[in-house]
């Protein structure tokens, strides 16, 4: 008799009992980790901060509704604002994604950027509309979002990571 037939069952509950062993021992960890909420990093509005490995400050920000004359050349439809903020960005060594969402003052309700389409509102020129993965140096990026007139007043833009590596994500109150 083999070795190997010798200790067949051994062997058969080994390659069953160690991946299973290693599922529970990954999820017990990964699921709390999926299901948290994540560190806020509040900053005020046009302080730096440093994030995901590049430097972040909000240089402009600015609201309004559907009632004003900008409102009605953005399209705005009635009972909405739109709210709008530029962020200089240096991205180091290695740029990566980001995406944008904004809350209100409660931080229940949440929208994500309205980026192409919503609004007849345009980025200025020397933005981009979204996180450059290719920067090689500082650049701007100019977000906006359509929400409800009453959810402009001491809202918060979050900067999250789009690949998720990072559970925390920036809050720039408004």
């Known amino acids: 008799m083999t070795w190997l037939r010798q200790n067949r069952w051994y062997l058969a509950a080994l390659a069953v009992l160690l991946p299973g062993a290693l599922v529970v021992s990954a999820t ?3 699921i709390p980790f999926l299901q948290s909420d994540g560190a806020r990093i509040p900053v005020k509005a ?6 995901m490995g590049m430097e972040w400050s909000m240089v402009e920000h600015r609201s309004f509704d559907w009632s004003t004359e900008a409102g009605e050349r953005a399209g705005l439809l009635e009972g909405t604002a739109l709210v709008t903020a530029t962020f200089a960005i240096d991205p180091g060594e290695v740029p990566t994604s980001c995406s944008f969402v904004f809350l209100d ?4 309700r949440e929208w994500d950027d309205s980026g192409y389409g919503d609004a007849d509102f345009e980025i200025a020129e020397d933005a981009e509309a979204y996180c450059d993965t290719e920067a090689e140096g500082p650049y701007r990026v100019q977000v906006y979002f359509i929400v409800p007139e009453e959810s402009t007043e001491g809202g918060f833009i979050e900067v999250r990571d789009s690949a998720l590596l990072s559970k925390s994500y ?3 109150a408004i």
Not at 105 to 108: A, G, M, N
């Open 28 to 30: 017990t960890h990964l």
């Open 46 to 51: 046009f302080d730096t901060v440093e994030y």
């Open 105 to 108: 003052h409660d931080r229940i």
């Open 170 to 172: 920036l809050e720039f």
